[in-house]
């Protein structure tokens, strides 16, 4: 496809389960950003990769969020013993570079539902 | 802290009319500001903003920054139905790669 693509685009967990939300970014691109959006809110930076390695993991709230980029092409955002506080909509983008004068381009979305 | 704030949070209107949608920072090391259009899901990009005093337009959109007051307005006019959605703004720094700091976003309803 063209466009940044993420799976599921729902999902419904219990509280203490674990959780993998995928992103296949666009061809090419070789930096790619999580972000996370509460309802009423913008979105809020967890992290960033550029090629395989992250770049900046400084928004990752604590030490139950991980993701990983192991090819340098598709992401997994990965969170352990899910709290229901976890519950919103987890957005990632993707840039051709990271350089700063570069558009990043959004994903549908997963949206993360934690009873 | 770095700070985006947008306001108005909502705004509704009627077709036809425009509207001033405007957001201010605090940031260090500022490097550009970036408006973006959130439908259902995916924000689109709407302009990336670095200079001050220049206007960027697309269409029935543009949009200004100015670095002295820290701020910028995006400008809608004629508005549409279809433009109902969320508008958040968002600023990137000199430092911090490319990371985006958001606004909480402003609602825009257009009725008929």
């Known amino acids: 496809g063209a466009g940044v693509s993420q799976t599921p685009s729902n999902k419904v967990t219990e509280k203490g389960k674990y959780v993998e939300l995928r992103c296949d970014p666009i061809?090419?691109?070789?930096?790619l950003y999580w972000y996370r959006q509460s309802l009423g809110q913008g979105p809020e930076f967890l992290i960033y990769?550029?090629?395989?390695?992250?770049?900046?993991d400084s928004g990752l709230p604590n030490d139950r969020f991980f993701a990983v980029r192991p090819e340098g092409s598709v992401s997994t955002l990965k969170i352990q013993r899910t709290e229901r506080g976890d519950s919103a909509m987890y957005l990632c983008?993707?840039?051709?570079?990271?350089?700063?004068?570069?558009?990043?381009?959004f994903g549908p979305g997963t949206r993360l539902t934690v009873l | 802290e770095d700070k985006v704030v947008q306001s108005p949070l909502s705004l509704v209107v009627h077709e036809g009319d425009t509207v001033t949608l405007n957001c201010s920072y605090e940031?260090?090391?500022?490097?550009?500001l970036l408006w973006y259009k959130q439908e259902k899901k995916a924000p689109t990009f709407l302009f990336m903003l670095?200079?001050?005093?220049i206007e960027k337009k697309s269409g029935r959109l543009s949009s200004i920054l100015d670095k002295k007051e820290l701020s910028s307005i995006l400008n809608i006019t004629a508005t549409q139905t279809g433009d109902s959605a969320i508008y958040l703004c968002?600023?990137?720094?000199?430092?911090?790669?490319?990371?985006?700091?958001f606004g909480e976003g402003t609602q825009l309803t257009v009725n008929p």
């Open positions: 061809s090419g691109h070789t930096a």
């Open positions: 670095t200079s001050s005093g």
């Open positions: 940031v260090t090391n500022f490097r550009s």
């Open positions: 990769f550029q090629g395989t390695g992250a770049a900046d």
């Open positions: 983008a993707s840039s051709i570079t990271s350089g700063t004068y570069n558009e990043q381009f």
């Open positions: 968002a600023v990137r720094k000199e430092t911090s790669g490319s990371r985006l700091t």
